[in-house]
Antibody
Framework: QVTLKESGPGILQPSQTLSLTCTFS??????????VGWIRQPSGKGLEWLANIWWDDDKYYNPSLKNRLTISKDTSNNQAFLKITNVDTADTATYYC?????????WGQGVMVTVSS | DTVLTQSPALAVSLGQRVTISCRAS??????MHWYQQKSGQQPKLLIY???NLESGVPSRFSGSGSGTDFTLTIDPVEADDIANYYCQQSNELPLTFGSGTKLEIK
């Protein structure tokens, strides 16, 4: 059974760094072809793909967030991470991680993140 | 970026057939996928690679299309299908989603 669960700070202030963790089970990020992606969704709005990391440590980012994103993984502990630097109120959203190989077959329940001063 | 265009909302009667469209700004071959998102829940994969039904998804759902024009069909529509539906392309990076179609009951 594949499960994913996101965790994060809940609330942070503008200019801080957002650190998110995705803890998963039922698959391994060391298996050929596996990938984990991060997607976010502001309240009442659509979905925005942020980044993907693959079994071979290839990483891909959404250029719209320029150089603010860093994705990484801890294969031995079945976790993936996303950092977003210099957050702004526009980064307020629910953040999802998903097992993604082009498309997201399994999603976590999401974690709400609010950026507010 | 590949822009995906969806109609904002559709109203349908229970038991009827509905088609939800997604148009891509450039060809994505068959690298198009569909999700259902109910209120307060995470998205759920329905269709992958344009026409493949994800395991466990009712056969009332089907997908078709290639290139730039895609459709998700629900036949017949049930009350449990009230949700937002999103298309997503994986033909090129960045991965992009449509803005979603809200399915409403008449």
């Amino acid at each position: 059974q594949v499960t994913l669960k996101e965790s994060g700070p809940g609330i942070l202030q503008p200019s801080q760094t957002l650190s998110l963790t995705c803890t998963f089970s039922g698959f391994s990020l060391s298996t050929y072809g596996m990938g984990v992606g991060w997607i976010r969704q502001p309240s009442g709005k659509g979905l925005e793909w942020l980044a993907n990391i693959w079994w071979d440590d290839d990483k891909y980012y959404n250029p719209s967030l320029k150089n603010r994103l860093t994705i990484s993984k801890d294969t031995s502990n079945n976790q993936a991470f996303l950092k977003i630097t210099n957050v702004d109120t526009a980064d307020t959203a629910t953040y999802y991680c998903a097992r993604m190989a082009g498309y997201g077959g399994y999603w976590g329940q999401g974690v709400m993140v609010t950026v507010s001063s | 970026d590949t822009v995906l265009t969806q109609s904002p909302a559709l109203a349908v009667s229970l038991g009827q057939r509905v088609t939800i469209s997604c148009r891509a700004s450039k060809s994505v071959s068959t690298y198009m996928h569909w999700y259902q998102q109910k209120s307060g829940q995470q998205p759920k994969l329905l269709i992958y690679s344009a026409s493949n039904l994800e395991s466990g998804v009712p056969s009332r759902f089907s997908g078709s299309g290639s290139g730039t024009d895609f459709t998700l069909t629900i036949d017949p529509v049930e009350a449990d299908d009230i949700a937002n539906y999103y298309c997503q392309q994986s033909n090129e990076l960045p991965l992009t989603f449509g803005s979603g179609t809200k399915l409403e009951i008449k």
